[in-house]
């Protein structure tokens, strides 16, 4: 197995004159949790962006699970074994919870638009299928009982926590959080760490960009902090709990040395 499931060397981005991420360096190890946090526009986003193959890098390269991914389409990255969920829920409001996350298994299935007008059989058998491994997915995630509710019926909460379920539905490799806790109260945030904590301990590894403390410093293995698109700190939560640059670029008082 490789040390890193994700590895970023020197990777940067520019915007015309503007440098949004200087040359930044992150391992992520298989099995992990590793949050990468910072100020509002310290270039999170954007260096998820550059790794799911959204922007183009201007320099430097990715590689995912051994291979080199620098640039490559979106949807090839998809497949090699890499899920996303976004900082806004995208969900569709008028279908139930289940059929929300069998959505995200559309590239386990063969039979295309023509082809199922035909083989009714085959089409029938896919649909089954992901359904099984859906309901699958909401049983380890304690939402099983609420498969059938309509997703718009459901607490912002809930929803959040189902693009989780629906990124897991092609078992990828590395689950990208792109703020999964922004918008919940404390009852909420609790039980999406307990989400993340039982996909972890179903041998999911996660790339985590958060700014609620109470999530990341209890959930993460490893952080990476970034401030004007450079990286000041890297290591273990305590370490950087207690690392005088990021208490002040970010972290406050509240998280000074005790």
Known sequence: MSESILKLSG????????????????????????????????????????????????????????????????????????????????????????????VGGHQLTKIGLVRGIFDLKGTVAEENMLREKAESLLDLLGMYDVRDHLMKNLPYGRQKISEIARAMMTDPKLILLDEPAAGLNPSERAELINVIRKAYNNGYTFFLIEHNMDVVMTLSDDITVLSFGKKIAAGKPKEIRNNDEVITAYLGRAYAKS
């Open 11 to 102: 990777v940067q981005k520019r915007f015309g004159g503007l440098q949004a991420v200087y040359p930044l360096d992150i391992d992520v190890a298989p099995h992990s949790i590793h949050a990468l946090i910072g100020p509002n526009g310290a270039g999170k986003t954007t260096t998820v962006n550059m790794i799911t193959g959204v922007y183009k890098v201007s320099g430097g390269t990715i590689e995912f699970d051994g291979k080199d991914i620098t640039n490559m389409k979106t949807y090839k990255i998809a497949r090699l074994g890499i899920g996303r969920t976004f900082q806004n829920i995208k969900v569709f409001p008028n279908m139930t919870l289940l059929e929300n996350i069998m």
